[in-house]
């Protein structure tokens, strides 16, 4: 468990993990609930009704990066702040 109520992770994975954690983190939302857990660290996050999120990618000298932020109040007094909506496609 982390005692400061953080954790991260940084490592170089290939597409497969990566589908997986993607796939468990879906999961994770679908049920309210997300454990993150990495050697000897582990948080546990419920998502509230409304989550913020965002998503900026760029393409750099031959360097792509893209980076997803979704943060929610835990409290459940969330209010809906627009109808903007995002499309992934392949």
Sequence with gaps: MTHDG????????????????????TEGFGKGRV?????????TLTPGAMVNFGVKAKRKDGESKMTIKISWKDAKTAIATGDRAIRVES
């Design 35 to 43: 454990v993150l857990r990495s050697d000897a660290e582990e948080i």
């Design 6 to 25: 953080k954790f991260e992770f940084d490592s170089v994975q290939d597409e497969k993990s990566i589908q997986a954690f993607l796939a468990a983190l």
